[in-house]
């Protein structure tokens, strides 16, 4: 006969590493992204990344947002259950008809908002 587990003991079983949560999907950025005649807005939420961890890169008409969100734990405490995803957190766009030099970055509350200026001509 098969021994049941607790809900306790089923919530604490699954103590493996972050592979089992932290898919691509997972390290893939969420944002916002909006524009009006003169500019293009983009909303990226990177929570826990600090600002100085943070790259912003835009080259061959791509945007390339990348985070590196580490790991902070308090002396002598052992994992139980790991399901924040840490390491590299990144979102690229083909992003044409824009001044790369106008290239604004605020970061807020785990919010990092860019702003960069339409070159005549961009699409919409």
């Known amino acids: 006969m098969e ?44 929570p826990g990344v600090d600002c100085s961890d943070i790259d912003i890169d835009y080259e061959g008409g791509y945007l390339k947002i990348s985070g590196m969100k ?21 979102r690229s766009f083909a992003v044409d008809g824009i001044d790369p030099t106008s290239i604004k970055a605020e970061y807020i509350d785990g919010v990092l908002i860019l702003e960069m200026k339409k070159v005549e001509g961009a699409r919409k």
Request: proline share 2%.
């Open 70 to 90: 580490h790991r902070r734990v308090g002396e002598g405490l052992s994992p139980l259950r790991v399901e924040r995803c840490y390491g590299e957190h990144k």
């Open 3 to 46: 021994k049941h587990k607790s809900a306790l003991e089923l919530l604490f079983s699954e103590v493996a590493g972050e592979a089992k949560y932290c898919s691509e999907k997972m390290r893939t950025l969420s944002v916002d992204v909006y524009h009006d005649e003169q500019r293009y807005v983009i909303y990226a939420e990177i």
